[in-house]
Structure formats: structure tokens, C-alpha cells
T-cell receptor, first 113, second 112 residues
Framework: EPEVTQTPSHQVTQMGQEVILRCVPI?????FYWYRQILGQKVEFLVS????????KSEIFDDQFSVERPDGSNFTLKIRSTKLEDSAMYFC???????????FGPGTRLTVT | GENVEQHPSTLSVQEGDSAVIKCTYS??????FPWYKQELGKGPQLIID?????GEKKDQRIAVTLNKTAKHFSLHITETQPEDSAVYFC???????????FGKGTRLHILP
């Protein structure tokens, strides 16, 4: 069964450093998303991406964040200068656009020290 | 924007008993209501969903109900088993490509 994959599973970085989180969505899906989950809290929307551009972004997704689909398979989230409060699980999701079901990857745990 | 409220935040039930988790939503334009199960260290997994033109849907031991007038929807798990222990999130979506708005989650404990 096709699935969304994410790498790395765990990333530890120092405050102020740049990180890139990687996702490979399901191959026939057209819409891509990043969500964030701070420990013990609910999953929050960050950004959606379609046709090589951002469709929507939340207030969390400020100038320190960017997304890219550099080739036909990868979808990346970059945080330019990490802050302690960026520590969270980051989930990638994708959907075909013909159905509602969004499928989530296993997540990347980002720890900023 | 849409707001999804979920309760209880924690629920403990004896193995074999039923569990019910309830959610409300605010935006009458929401059309699709998925439920996700999240096990420790994993991503949310879609377990069942319901669309706004349907009042109830069942899949083996899991059922969802939707009251569109009252903007309520619920998850019912019958004959609970130890592997049902997890965090469950309700959610709402407007259109097929919209972002998911999640509830705060319910931690379900199945007691032996």
C-alpha cells in the first residue's frame, strides 16, 4: 500500500541553525501539507502546497519557514533559523484532490537545543 | 475560521466495554469529518470518516455519527481491545483540498 515517507525520523539542532525536513508524498497525490504537533498538543496546520506554490499558510508559518518541491517526488520544509519553540513533531500529508482522505507520514521529531 | 472542540481529553474504559468520543464544530461549511488514531511515536492514521450528507457510518467495531444541525459528531468503539489504546483526534474539512482542523485529542486507555 502506498504511504507517505519522511526523513529524518529525529533531528536535533542548535538554536539558530537551519534545518530541512523531507517528505515523499504518495505518487499520484497533488496536494501537500505540513502540520506540526508540539508534545502533548493537537496537530496544527502549517502550510498547503499545490501546483508548485503555497495555497494557504497559517500564522505559525512565518518568514523563517519555506517549502519546496525540488523534483517530482520530494517535498521539503525548511526552517531558516530555528528557535526553541520550533521543537515539535512535523508531519507531512498528501491527498489526491479527488477525495478528502489525507494520508500522513510518520513524522520528524525536531529537537532544538 | 473553523474550530473543533473534542471531549473528553482522557477516557478509561474496561476491555470489552464501549468508548464514545464527542466533537463539535463551528463552521457549517465543513463537509467532511475524519477520525485519526495516533499511536505513540507515529503519525495520525485515518480510521474512519463521514461526509456531511450521511448521518451514520459503521466499520466493524467503529462507528461515527453526525448531527449536522447541531454540528456534533461522535466516534463509538464497541468491544474495546487493548490495541485500541491510543490518542484519537476528530477533525473537520471544508473542501477536498482544504487543511484539516483537528480537535485537541482524546487519550483512550483500555483497562485489562
Amino acid at each position: 500500500e502506498p504511504e507517505v515517507t519522511q526523513t529524518p525520523s529525529h533531528q536535533v539542532t542548535q538554536m539558530g541553525q537551519e534545518v530541512i525536513l523531507r517528505c515523499v508524498p504518495i505518487s499520484n497525490h497533488l496536494y501537500f501539507y505540513w502540520y506540526r504537533q508540539i508534545l502533548g498538543q493537537k496537530v496544527e496546520f502549517l502550510v498547503s502546497f499545490y501546483n508548485n506554490e503555497i495555497s494557504e499558510k497559517s500564522e505559525i508559518f512565518d518568514d523563517q519557514f519555506s517549502v519546496e518541491r525540488p523534483d517530482g517526488s520530494n517535498f521539503t520544509l525548511k526552517i531558516r533559523s530555528t528557535k526553541l519553540e520550533d521543537s515539535a513533531m512535523y508531519f507531512c500529508a498528501s491527498v489526491t484532490g479527488l477525495t478528502y482522505e489525507q494520508y500522513f507520514g510518520p513524522g520528524t521529531r525536531l529537537t532544538v537545543t | 475560521g473553523e474550530n473543533v472542540e473534542q471531549h473528553p481529553s482522557t477516557l478509561s474504559v474496561q476491555e470489552g466495554d464501549s468508548a464514545v468520543i464527542k466533537c463539535t464544530y463551528s463552521d457549517s461549511a465543513s463537509n467532511y469529518f475524519p477520525w485519526y488514531k495516533q499511536e505513540l511515536g507515529k503519525g495520525p492514521q485515518l480510521i474512519i470518516d463521514i461526509r456531511s450528507n450521511v448521518g451514520e457510518k459503521k466499520d466493524q467495531r467503529i462507528a461515527v455519527t453526525l448531527n449536522k444541525t447541531a454540528k456534533h459528531f461522535s466516534l463509538h468503539i464497541t468491544e474495546t481491545q487493548p490495541e485500541d489504546s491510543a490518542v484519537y483526534f476528530c477533525a473537520a474539512i471544508g473542501n477536498r483540498d482544504d487543511k484539516i482542523i483537528f480537535g485537541k485529542g482524546t487519550r483512550l486507555h483500555i483497562l485489562p
